[in-house]
């Protein structure tokens, strides 16, 4: 018998739907156990998020600072495939998976393992997963898989939506006209598609073309701009802010709220100003750099590690 975990952080509830979802094909046969682990923060990230607490996580999940954690029971802890499912909090894991990947428990049981990741995100997600990945490498485990499950919706509607979302809980249509934001429901139940190719992958003992086929069923789709855009943001907006904030010390503390209010009025300002600009450029220069945009897509769609190949080619030198 085939014994999968199934690790995840659902603050909304989404995820949970989606891994359920993916996990049906398994829960179908007698030929595989599944064991679900929610993993859960001492002090949760209450769902609708309140304005200033959505603000305030900023730092700690950019700069991959950890929460404390309940304890999980995963029983002997052996299992013969770990699928790893988790949202983006600020273009980083949201801070209680990023928390369990720095746990000892992580180490004991994804050394040696095969790996799947799983994301229910908005739109941006590639850097996240480039530190996930990482993280994968340096705890033993060997990543085979990505699956992602976006909000479909353009990006200057979707920041409307997602916000509605994100402050009120409600999944209807926001003012009655705009589409319903986050995942659909349709591509909820869709992620038992790619349940289904996990499956017949394990059957057949052979992982090797499974992210191959998995991006032929459309399990991933990149979008040159937002990689772009998000890796750019990231590495030279997002970490000095990170940093600005936490010199006034941890979550909640007094001595940070004026800065956290100060983030709260550039975060939608950058969105709606900046990323349109960046955005003309882009398509100005893209036809310049087919061939780098080629490769972008090429790569993240795939497993690969490229900090794993550059630190291979530093040893061997």
């Given at each position: ?170 999944k209807d249509r926001f003012l009655g006209f705009f589409p319903k934001p986050a ?135």
């Amino acid at each position: 018998m085939t014994k999968i975990l199934i690790l995840y952080y659902s603050q909304s509830g989404q995820l949970s739907q989606i891994v359920k979802n993916f996990a049906k094909p398994f829960e179908n046969s007698d030929n595989f156990s599944i064991h679900y682990a929610n993993i859960l923060p001492v002090k949760d990230y209450k769902f609708p998020w309140k304005g200033y607490n959505f603000f305030d996580a900023f730092p700690e999940s950019v700069e991959h600072i950890p929460c404390e954690l309940e304890p999980l029971d995963l029983g002997d802890e052996n299992f013969d495939l770990i699928v790893f499912a988790y949202s983006v909090w600020y273009m980083s894991p949201s801070i209680p998976s990023n928390s369990f990947l720095l746990s000892d428990q992580a180490k004991r049981i994804f050394k040696g393992k095969p790996v799947i990741t799983l994301l229910g995100v908005r739109n941006m997600w590639v850097v996240a997963q480039e530190y996930v990945k990482q993280k994968i490498d340096e705890l033993g485990g060997k990543l085979i898989g990505n699956i992602v499950l976006r909000d479909r919706a353009e990006n200057l509607t979707g920041i409307i939506t997602i916000s509605y979302f994100l402050f009120t809980g409600k999944k209807d249509r926001f003012l009655g006209f705009f589409p319903k934001p986050a995942i659909s429901d349709e591509d909820i139940k869709g992620a038992e598609k790619y349940g289904e190719i996990v499956k017949k992958h394990i059957e057949h003992n052979n992982f090797d073309d499974l992210q191959h086929n998995l991006v032929k069923a459309k399990a991933v789709k990149i979008n040159p701009y937002l990689a772009t855009t998000e890796n750019m943001a990231y590495n030279r907006v997002f970490t000095k802010w990170s940093k600005f904030m936490l010199k006034k010390g941890g979550p909640g503390n007094p001595a940070r709220k004026t800065r956290v209010r100060i983030f709260a009025c550039y975060f939608p300002f950058a969105i709606l100003v900046i990323a349109p600009i960046e955005y003309i450029f882009f398509i100005i220069f893209a036809p310049f750099r087919l061939g780098k945009i080629k490769e972008q897509i090429r790569y993240y769609s795939s497993t690969e590690n490229k900090a794993n190949k550059q630190n291979l080619t530093q040893n061997a030198e």
